[in-house]
């Protein structure tokens, strides 16, 4: 009870703090934009940076907010513009109806009747026809209930990314054995309540050990793990074989919570610190410029679980007990 009642505090928060995102760029473009999927009206913003032209093709980021949010309020918790005007990147920020993406398990996929299936499969090619994106370079990101989206679509639509990232959740798709080798990275705070870091809980969810090898296994990595970033609060790690297109990237931020690395902190009580030593915005568009087209084919198509012995062993739902040294040696 006293979740939720915090949960509704957080949304009016962010609802307010959106109204001031601030972004100081003359001829970059904010705007809403409405598409009626099987029947039923959608809506997203979009971020046009300043370098955008209607007679080229451009990249793009499509960024699914979490549970008790919306799209302004991804916006305002996370602040990528800065990065897309950087990059050259269009930002696509889809609203969930009722707050809510009917996809994956977690206290955040409260709504179940949305059909967010079609919704995550007709929204690339919207925004590729509209925008002026480069399919070849559209990438999807989501924090919390939004990464179980993401994870959707990594899942059952592979074909429509180039790369996929998960920040604040991990993967907990029924049925999923995708074909292409789409590149992915993992962002998770040990010390996740919402969403936590070693799985279980009342959802009974993956862990982020469990994602991270499902994605190494499923993308048919042999190579042993790269540390590319080691800093004190957080460790980052990639799996890619030489001169092969797909790659996992996994980073664990040992003492923070259910967070965005380099955001807003708010309402730490309930969500926990903001790791500031790893900004995900940098972390991620680096790893997205780093791949294109579409993903390479599995050679194996055998069913791999995601799970087993480690998410069975983890019901209690707390990350808060994670201490350093374990999280280092797991990951």
Known sequence: MLQRLLLQILSVCLLVAALFVPYSHAKAKYYKQEATINGVKRDY????????????????VIAFHGYESDANG???AIKPDKWAEKY???MIYPNALNKSWNAGKGFGSANKTSDDLSFAAALPDIVVARHG???????????SNGAQVVALMACK????????????HTVNIE??????KLPMAFIHGAKDKMAPFNGGGKANLASHKDSVSFYTQLNEISSEAKVIVDKPTIRCKSWRDEGEKSEVRSCVAFDSGHTWPGGTEFMVELLGTVNKELNANDFLFDFFASHEG???TRENNQLISVGGVNRKASQSGSGASVNSASVNEEQ
């Open 45 to 60: 913003y979009v971020f046009l940076p300043s370098t955008w032209s209607a007679d080229k093709k451009h990249p793009a």
């Open 74 to 76: 991804m916006r305002w």
């Open 88 to 90: 050259g990147y269009v």
């Open 133 to 143: 994106i480069d399919k070849q370079k559209l990438y999807a990101m989501g924090f």
């Open 157 to 168: 639509f592979p074909h429509k990314l180039a790369a996929a990232a998960i920040v604040a």
């Open 175 to 180: 049925n999923c054995n995708p074909k292409l």
């Open 294 to 296: 579409k993903p390479a």
